[in-house]
Structures are given as C-alpha cells and as structure tokens.
Antibody, heavy 120, light 108 residues
C-alpha cells in the first residue's frame, strides 16, 4: 500500500524558517515525482514545485521559485518543503503528492496535509 | 503559464440527477488533464487522468471527456457521497502544472 505521511502541524512566527516532510512507503521512491501543493484557507489548489528523487531534478512554479526549496533524501524515502523566511501569507495547508511515474504527471496518491500557521 | 478555468463555480443537483462540470484550458493541453475530488477536511483524490481514464477504484458513474482546450467531467447519477469540490489539472506544459479554481457540487 502506498503511503505518504506528512509531518505535523506547525505554528511559526514571521521571519522564522521551516522544513516540513513527506515520508513515502509502498513503492520505489526514486521512480516517481513528488509534488507539493498549497491550499490557502477556503481556496483552491496551487502547484508549487516537484522533485524526481531518482536524479534530484527539481522544478518550481514561477510563483514559488525563490520562496521555497524542494528537496529529497532517497536514503530515507522522504521529500521536504522548506522556507528560509516565513511570512503570514504562507499560512496554508500543504500537501505532498506522488506522480504516476516519470512521464505520468498526474497525482495518484496524496499525503494527509501539513497545516502551517504563521502568526506573530 | 496555462490557465485552467472551471465552470460553474457551484452547482446544486438532486440525487440521481446527472451533472456536468467544465474545464477550459487557455491553450491546448492535448489529453494531459486530470480531475480530482476533494471533500471537506480531506486531501484531494485522483478521479481521472488522460482526460478520460478512471483512476483505480473510481465508480463508473464518473466519466471524463475532451481534448485540446475543452474538457468535461460527468457524474451520471449523483449520489450524496459525491458532494465535494472538483478540480481539473493540466500536466502538458510545465512547470508550472496548473489547477482550475474548482467546482463545488452540492446536493439538493
């Protein structure tokens, strides 16, 4: 059974840094893209970026490039989403999701989400 | 960036009725389109990929069609469990992949 288990909810202050995780199991981690999707309160889905753990190919939405860093550690089947300097506007639910394959870029499986709250 | 536009924003349908959701791309995405269902408090769930291929476990009452710039998701006989927000996503020309704004399906 494929599982993507995300790290728990975070409460941070503006200006702080944060790294959330997505631990994968039940499939070959290196063979599927892991994407990150933001959902602000009451809003729709926004694609942030993705990584192919097999070769660490990483791609970002222009809206998020420079604002976040996507990474992965294939030794522990875990992908990460990182902020260097959080803003209140980063408060949202963040989902990781697994693609169907290298050239199959729909998202077959999703993590449960990590709620990030940034408030002074 | 390809912009995905979904309509209507909200639709209210009685159980057993047919409902059709639309998704339009600002430029051709061929058949590289997926549909997701999201219920309150849950992560999205893949319904359809390749515009018309049902994901594993998706009931046959869900059908996807279209190619190029115009796509539809049809629920042939709406059930109460289908109350959710539905999103389309293109994965033809990326980054970025882009989602539509969603259509909320309400049960009358």
């Amino acid at each position: 059974e494929v599982q993507l288990v995300q790290s728990g909810a975070e409460v941070k202050k503006p200006g702080e840094s944060l790294k959330i995780s997505c631990k994968a199991s039940g499939y070959r981690f290196t063979d599927h893209w892991i994407g990150w999707v933001r959902q602000m309160p009451g809003k729709g889905l926004e694609w942030m970026g993705t990584i192919y753990p097999g070769d660490s190919d990483t791609r970002y939405s222009p809206s998020f490039e420079g604002q976040v860093t996507v990474s992965a550690d294939k030794s522990i089947n875990t992908a990460y989403l990182q902020w260097r300097t959080l803003k209140a506007s980063d408060s949202a639910m963040y989902y990781c999701a697994r693609s169907g394959g290298y050239s199959s870029n729909w998202y077959v499986d999703w993590g449960q989400g990590t709620l990030v709250t940034v408030s002074s | 960036e390809i912009v995905m536009t979904q309509s209507p924003a909200t639709v209210s349908v009685s159980p057993g009725e047919r409902v059709t959701l639309s998704c339009r791309a600002s430029q051709s995405v061929s058949s590289t389109l997926a549909w997701y269902q999201q219920k309150p408090g849950q992560a999205p769930r893949l319904l359809m990929y390749g515009a018309s291929t049902r994901a594993t476990g998706v009931p046959a009452r869900f059908n996807g069609s279209g190619s190029g710039t115009e796509f539809t998701l049809t629920i042939s006989s709406l059930q109460s469990a289908d109350s959710a927000v539905y999103y389309c996503q293109q994965y033809n020309n990326w980054p970025p992949m882009t989602f539509g704004g969603g259509t909320k399906v309400e049960i009358k």
